[in-house]
């Protein structure tokens, strides 16, 4: 049958709703979906066809994904497109959670605004070779709630790929919400004609965590995407000694700062001490974290990233964390993890010849 | 007009998509909403009948929301539901987090599964006091993605709402995914006429993060549902000093553990430092953190829960957390927000009525 699907509820004879006599042939009086069929547009969605032309001009298309929310997709993405601008390529980061939009806040662009040209909406530029989208710059009020149901969200991310004039892009890194719904279906249906390079899948290393991320892996194959590669982050916590605070707990029970007095205890009696960093697991990974996760699903495993104070602050302020030389462990294992991803001989080679 | 909606595209002198005549008056001759309007269902959502009858046992039903995910929204509603159920009362906890529901692992009840009865489903039982529903119980592969748009999680949510038999329940604990969109609508919209007591917001103490926060109090302002208050959590990170490990950074810039090396060394040099906790800030909350916002937008502060390794393996190997000794810095601090929560004068009375 040619002519799209047949209702369950059809008459006999049905010409398919795709048809051009659905709704009008004989077979269709009394039918439930006669007027709905007789009205309909036909043919394939024809906002494909502009997403398509929009998308002719990006070379790579990368979706960040994450089973679990909270998990510092947002961060990653903003580094990432960070990252890639300062190694001198066209970057484009578009934000497709419409609900909790963190993107603005992570790039430093609160109160920016969206520009309109002929040549359709404009991106709100970090730099001259880093553009931004979304919902967040539309917002009148950010503290106000996007109480939107699934449709009225897929209608605005097909908005944000047929109507967002980026021009030519060597890289379009789309950050997703958690989860394997309404956005993640309309992405991969909006961008699948164009071609998808993949998702780089980000965790954590507890197993409540990798439960989402295998559920992850298991879309990203139902749908057709390749996983580029999955990123464990928070991955155990590592400080210089001297960044802690240190609490006495008196014998009320109650805790007191005595950081002042470690620090001058230290000096005095333990000075090596003071060079050290001290570390924490903070989440369980006793079960192998994501490492042996990717080896079980057969996906490619891109690194750890610790969690770092110093990221966080980055991300909060806006700032790029990769290239910054005030933060601590993580710049150097998120550099690793760029430099890994671009081994990749599809973005690489490509990306090479448009820088 | 009492006959519900008239469409925007509907004929003129249109009954109303809710009137008896609906689709079948003569105004309605050539309108293209006339087959629907015909055949849809009238008169209020039936389900919302069956649910206030399934709802009549349950005394209080409290909603846990978060604006972003992973800030520990689920954790929170487990150890809160493994402390009523230890003060005695009758207690649910409903996951309604369709496509990552961490529940099931956070009470470690993987693999079990929904029993039937002429009743209903049946929860699975933690405790005689403590029943659990999930889609987490109706997973064949938990690795498997549900890959569901917004309709048919409503679905599902409407059905954990219609066909569960909860029996006489002092408290419903309902863990929502984060945002504010389809699951969120439906199940305000599912409990509305029952009366939801009102939502507890968990975040974490970020900008980032109390961004999301301030649209979840929009959102409960919206649709009038109360904030009972607001948790913040990860907030800080307080552990032993000899919990930690030690890195050194040698010439080479590579780090060496030297854990082994610094606890004899505190031992002989510094021993007054091995009893002490370290504490690291890890999430800025230079912006006030939660308890500012709280402040800023009239909603009830419950307090702080420090980011605990030991709380993460608790909620990881579904313990409760409030009871355990093993516990560190959190489990007091759980406890004093849960007896705050019940000095709220209509949670506490009528439940101690029924427990």
Redesign the interface.
Known sequence: MENGDIPENANEHCPGTQSESAGKSDACQGC?????CA?APKGPDPDLVTIGERMATVKHKILVLS?????GK?TFSAQLSFALAALDYQVGLLDID???P?IP??LALEGQEIHQSNLGWSPVYVESNLGVMSIGFMLPN??????????R?NGLIKQFLKDVYWGELDFLVVDA??????E??SIVQCLDATGIDGAIIVT?P????L??V??????CK??GVKVLGVVENMSG???P?T???????METGE?TD?TEW?RD??RE??P??L??????????SSGGGAAKMCQE?GVPFLGKVP?D?QL??A??EGRSCFLDKDCGASAPALKKIIEKLLENQELAISADNGA
Chains 1, 2 share one sequence.
């Open positions: 439930p979906n006669q007027e709905v009205t089973g679990k929310g909270g998990v947002s419409i609900c909790g963190s806040k992570m950010p503290d106000e709630a996007v109480i939107w149901r699934g449709p969200k919400p958690p989860g394997t719904s309404d993640h279906i954590t507890q197993q409540v965590s439960i989402d295998r559920k992850e892996v298991s879309f139902k749908v916590l590592c400080q000694v960044d802690f605070k240190f609490m006495k707990t805790q005595v470690v205890y230290m009696k333990a090596e001490m060079n050290l960093f001290a570390c924490s697991e903070v989440f369980d699903m969690l104070p966080c602050k991300a909060e």
